[in-house]
């Protein structure tokens, strides 16, 4: 499993990883951590949003999906 270093979007900190299966394939994954000065520290993970051929294709993904998700919950 690869893990990107987290970078911050829009007040959250993202960090995506891809998990090697045993078939060869990867599944996309991501940890989103967010400070709030009310609420204190949240974080959310998820794992297996989906399967790729390629690491590299499961990171794009799991970025995506974070942003997305970042996007429609603020």
Do not use: K
Not at 12 to 23: F, G, I, M, N, T
Not at 29 to 51: H, K, W
Not at 54 to 67: C, I, K, M, P, Q
């Amino acid at each position: 499993m690869q893990n990107s270093v987290a970078r911050q979007y829009r007040g959250y900190a993202v960090r995506s990883s891809a998990h090697c299966l045993p078939d060869g394939c990867f599944s996309s994954n991501v940890t989103l951590t967010r400070s709030d000065a009310r609420s204190g520290p949240a974080l959310y993970e998820f794992y297996s949003l989906d399967y790729f051929s390629s690491e590299e294709d499961a990171l794009g993904y799991s970025d995506r999906w974070a942003r997305d998700w970042i996007d429609t919950r603020g």
